[in-house]
């Protein structure tokens, strides 16, 4: 069984059907994509997936466990994490702290009231092994604000990954990253696949057919075709969807 | 049943006028996404400009102060009624400029501006008028009582809602049927849309702060006779004007216009059971209904939803 | 702009400079307050105020909620002391007690409603059940003596070992509230440097984030909600005292919108000690401005207005940014949400 499962998804808003019938399967180890054309529901089956929206019917089984219709902050701790294209920091605070505020060891004293955080070496140590997986090792105190796009998109990712999930949802990555910050994201994702499980959307077909090992496409709110990279250039629908000349 | 005849028409004369009150403040939370904590202060700030101007002390102790004591008293209510929510309206459009550094911040700026320019107004008037209460003058015609069907009516109050009536319909038919009001609604549907299409957004924005404050204060005159003139009559304006938005949708005309009555009557209904709490059956309502509502307006995400 | 974040991120020491040069300031402040012309019940006043600033802070400035009904709590817990007085004992630390455990009950109930939301809509209830508060201790005359409220609480005296104090000298008193002062503000040190703490940060900064990052976003904020509440109420019971008395003035959105001004303008955005600056501020602009122009509040009122236009940081930021304390000197808006 995959560690991730989605079966028959259906989602309306008022009388417009967006999802309908929607299976998808991740499994363990692997880089998934997700990708179709804007409007085509693959946002919404993103939001979906990772719990900002309830389907109105259908499962979602992660390891097992159904999983659909929980909320956000209950899937999080279930090792589940996801990243936001439109970059969701915490924006007051430095890198480090960014990434402290979502690791589990912290995470289990969010209900001390008095006892002293930034005291304490090993969550420090720990949240510098994020940022390190990330390429901004160094860069604990710097605002969050100050840092480049690409680097903001790095600590984007680093904060869904000090959860240390098993699965790590990437919405648009590469979104707003210049060719070589998403040559350095291809990189960042090549380390990373060893030691999470990768499900990404992205419109950047290139960047998703090199990395990905499959692909989901997502048309008219139906999965449309699905399978390796290789089967998929080859299928005449999914060209077409992505040159965009379905409607 | 005929017992609650005179409460029902208390309750529609004051859902009739919040209706004025909340189509100025939608307009303003539509336009500018900015919740007028200082609409309670413009409110009050028209019904005591009226209130000067019916009197002669703003002409001092000149022959034009002299001559225009002497006009009848319904020819100066009558300008009163103009000039008041005129001057709020100017009053409006100082705040509005006073908002501009915060546009673009988050909200919390606004809401505290306008509720610290609601104190300063508030202070202005203490300054200005006294902290007692005071009276406005009311012509014979108006004022009074009269019988209908075997039940007492204030004649004030008649004369309220028939005005609100009327001047709600002249809201609608500015707003549809003038070029400014077309862009006004525009504007509060999509003010981004406003500006691509040329027009200038500061001076709309100025324009329907000013209007907002002016139907407030037009409000506020009407109101005063009945809720009495102090310089913290304003408070119970807000929060009325907020709950009717919630319920009738932002930027919504018709909506605003049933919300309001709606509340008005409420307020009236409680009045004949527990009437020391009708005021707070508002509070009540509100806090049961953005308590309750999992998503306030009709799903469509606004300012408020941030 | 510098930011509540930015301000020392390391330290949740116990004792620091800044607390330490407080504690001393608090102990000779009979003496000094009168060489500068002013008199010794205004310490009492301050000190009540700035616990009630304070604890209103964690709320306002770290969780990023924006409460314009507070003074409902410091109103609760003031009749909660001196009903407790009047009818169960008088008694010090049962009357406090009181005082906070009746704020916090407030608080919880409150709380329950408002903090699902946040933004516009969590400010607009927040003052609706401040109105519902106010009128209720005006219209419930039996419980809360009506618009006259609450007369001749008695102040109970501290018993410490064997002696007691007698707290009816304003000089005693004094040393009382400052000692509570110190806990209180010690306490709060701790408070929003721990995890708790750092996590009401999280909420203020990216209440989405913080959801998707495993918190319990709800329960944190009703939980700032209530500790704020708690703190209000025991500045309650301590007003009460010190006035002698409990009435529904406090309750008005009148003064809960002062202490909404107060916090900002000290820089309660921006640094913990905001609060204290602008307790301070708005006392001297009440006594001393006072003293000049019966214009105060006028002038008070369009200070924070211009502020809140300008320099939304506050007087501690402003004191931060001329001194350089921030790393870079960098200045920046707040992220519009």
């Known amino acids: 069984m995959a560690l991730f499962e989605a079966r028959n998804l259906h989602k309306r808003f008022g009388s417009r059907v967006v999802l309908e019938d929607v299976s998808l399967a991740f499994e363990e180890g692997q880089v998934s994509g997700i990708m179709g054309p804007n409007g085509a529901g693959k946002t919404t089956c993103f939001h979906v997936l990772t719990g900002r929206y309830r389907p109105d019917r259908g499962s979602i089984r992660f390891g097992g466990t159904d999983i659909a219709g ?98 790590v949802f990437l919405d648009e990555p590469t979104s707003g990253l210049g060719a070589d ?66 409607a | ?196 299409l040329g027009y200038d957004l500061s001076r709309l924005r100025l324009l329907v702060f000013g209007f907002g404050a002016a139907l407030a204060g037009l409000a506020g005159v009407v109101m005063v006779p009945i809720w009495g003139l102090r310089p913290h009559v304003g408070i119970d304006v807000v929060i009325p004007a907020f709950l009717i938005i919630v319920l009738g949708g932002v930027g919504s005309f018709w ?23 009708s005021m707070m059956s508002m509070y009540v309502l509100l806090i049961a209904v953005v308590g309750f509502r999992a998503r306030g307006l009709f799903g469509r995400k606004s300012a408020l939803e941030a | 702009m510098t930011t509540l974040s930015d301000i020392s991120p390391r330290s949740g020491a116990w004792l620091t400079p800044q607390k330490l ?24 006043e301050m000190v009540i105020w700035i616990v009630y600033a304070m604890g209103f802070n964690i709320l306002f400035g770290y969780t990023g909620l924006h409460s314009f009904g507070h003074g409902a709590y410091l109103g609760v817990g003031a009749y909660a002391f001196g009903l407790f007085q009047h009818h169960v004992a008088v008694s010090l630390w049962g009357g406090l007690g009181a005082a906070v455990a009746a704020a916090a009950l407030a608080g919880a109930l409150v709380g329950l409603f408002v903090s699902h939301r946040r933004g516009i809509y969590y400010a607009l209830m927040t003052i609706a059940f401040g109105q519902v508060f106010w009128f209720s201790a005006i219209k419930l005359h039996g419980l809360t003596g009506g618009e006259d ?10 018993r410490l070992g064997l002696a007691t104090v007698d707290l009816n000298d304003n000089v005693a008193f004094f040393y009382f509230a400052a000692a509570i002062l110190l806990v209180v503000v010690i306490g709060i040190w701790r408070l929003v440097h721990s995890p708790f703490g750092r996590v009401l ?21 009703w939980a700032a909600f209530v500790v704020s509440a708690m703190i209000a109420g ?80 506050g007087l501690a930021g402003i004191l931060a940014s001329l001194r350089g304390a921030v790393p870079g000197g960098r200045r920046r808006e707040i992220a519009a949400e």
């Open chain 3, 234 to 313: 025991l500045a309650g019971g301590m007003f009460a005292m010190a006035q002698e008395s409990a009435y529904p003035d406090v309750m008005s959105l009148h003064q809960s919108g002062l202490i909404v001004m107060m916090v900002l303008v000290g820089g309660g955005l921006v640094s913990f000690w905001g609060p204290v600056l602008g307790v301070v501020l708005y006392f001297v602009a009440r006594d001393v401005l006072g003293g000049l122009t019966e214009t105060w509040l006028l002038w008070y009122g369009l200070m924070f207005v211009a502020m809140v236009m300008f320099r939304p940081e």
């Open chain 2, 1 to 196: 049943m005929t017992q609650l005849v005179p409460h029902l028409f208390n309750g529609l004369t004051l859902g009739l006028l919040f209706a004025l009150i909340a189509l100025g403040f939608t307009l303003i939370v539509g336009v500018m996404e900015v919740i007028n904590l200082a609409h309670g202060s413009l409110f009050a700030l028209g019904a005591y400009f009226a209130y000067s101007v019916l009197g002669s002390g703003w002409a001092g102790e000149t022959a034009l102060a002299a001559w225009w004591a002497g006009l009848p008293i319904a020819a100066r209510y009558t300008v009163a009624l103009v000039i008041g929510p005129l001057l709020a309206g100017l009053a409006g459009m100082v705040l509005e400029v006073c908002l501009r550094p915060t546009y673009g911040k988050a909200p919390l700026y606004g809401l505290l501006l306008t509720f610290g320019a609601a104190l300063v107004i508030e202070e202005l008037i203490r300054l200005g008028w006294g902290t007692g209460e005071r009276n406005l003058a009311l012509p014979q015609s108006i004022n009074g009582a009269m019988f209908l069907g075997g039940l007492i009516f204030s004649k004030y109050k008649i004369f309220a809602a028939g005005f609100a009536v009327l001047a709600i319909l002249g809201v609608w038919v500015f707003l549809e049927k003038t070029p400014y009001g077309a862009i006004i609604k525009a504007g509060a549907h999509d003010s981004e849309m406003v500006r691509a």
């Open chain 3, 201 to 221: 940060q999280a909420i203020r900064q990216n209440e989405t984030r913080a959801a998707f990052v495993g918190y319990e976003v709800w329960r944190f904020k």
């Open chain 3, 149 to 158: 409220g609450l007369l001749n609480i008695p102040r109970p005296g501290l």
């Open chain 1, 70 to 167: 929980l909320r956000p902050q209950r899937i999080a701790c279930m090792g589940i994490s996801r990243s936001f294209q439109i970059m969701n920091l915490f924006d007051d605070s430095s890198v480090i702290e960014n990434v402290l505020v979502a690791l589990p060891e912290f995470r289990a004293r969010r209900n001390r009231p008095f006892s002293s955080v930034f005291d304490d070496p090993d969550l420090l140590d720990a949240a510098r092994e994020v940022l390190d997986q990330v390429g901004l090792a160094g860069r604990d105190w710097e605002p969050s604000v100050s840092l480049s796009y690409g680097d903001r998109r790095a600590l984007e990712i680093g904060v869904a990954l000090a959860a240390r999930p098993r699965i």
């Open chain 3, 21 to 44: 040069l407080l504690a001393a300031i608090l102990l000779t402040a009979p003496y000094w307050l009168p060489a500068i012309g002013l008199y010794q019940y205004i310490g009492v």
């Open chain 2, 255 to 277: 909506g605003s216009v049933v919300a309001a009555i709606l509340v008005g009557l409420a307020v009236g209904l409680t009045g004949a059971y527990a009437s020391a709490w």
């Open chain 1, 181 to 246: 910050a998403t040559r350095n994201l291809a990189a960042l994702i090549g380390r990373l696949r060893t030691r999470y499980t990768i499900v990404m959307i992205e419109h950047d077909m290139r960047f998703l057919f090199d990395l990905a090992d499959t692909i989901s496409v997502i048309h008219w709110g139906q999965v449309i075709a699905d399978g390796t990279p290789a089967e998929l250039a080859a299928n005449k629908w999914v060209r077409r969807s992505a040159l965009g000349e379905l």
